[in-house]
């Protein structure tokens, strides 16, 4: 069982840039993938950003390819989310969520992450 706790997301201006913490429980950390969706107002939820256990594979939306850069400290059970550029379309609740994979690859739907935090709220002013 994990446990996510996302850091507090917050009202922002275009422009901007704002970094998103995901601390998780456990003492299995690296052997999970880490991820983050985000779902807009009457939107799905869509994928953002995902890395290995290890931090060897990372992979990005198109929409943030460029302007995000996702992260983990293994010895702090964190992710991070740093979120550069920011537009008034990347406004969303933020999702952490975690993917138990022990080496095996890292997915980027929804429906392969077992372990979802509370979410967090960002909103970027035009």
């Known amino acids: 069982q994990v446990h996510l706790v996302e850091s507090a997301g917050r009202l922002v201006q275009a422009g901007s840039s704002l970094r998103l913490s995901c601390a998780a429980s456990?003492?299995?950390?690296?052997?999970?993938?880490m991820a983050w969706f985000r779902q807009a107002p009457g939107k799905e939820r869509d994928f953002v950003a995902a890395?290995?256990?290890?931090?060897?594979?990372?992979y990005y939306a198109d929409s943030v390819k460029g302007r995000f850069t996702l992260s983990r400290d293994n010895a702090k059970n964190t992710v991070y989310l740093q979120m550069n550029s920011l537009k008034p379309e990347d406004t969303a609740v933020y999702h952490c969520?975690?993917?138990?994979?022990?080496?095996?690859?890292?997915?980027?739907?929804?429906?392969?992450?077992?372990?979802w935090g509370q979410g967090t709220q960002v909103t970027v002013s035009s």
């Open positions: 890395v290995s256990g290890g931090s060897s594979s990372t």
């Open positions: 969520a975690a993917h138990y994979t022990a080496g095996a690859g890292v997915p980027i739907t929804a429906r392969d992450y077992s372990y």
């Open positions: 456990g003492r299995t950390f690296s052997t999970y993938a």
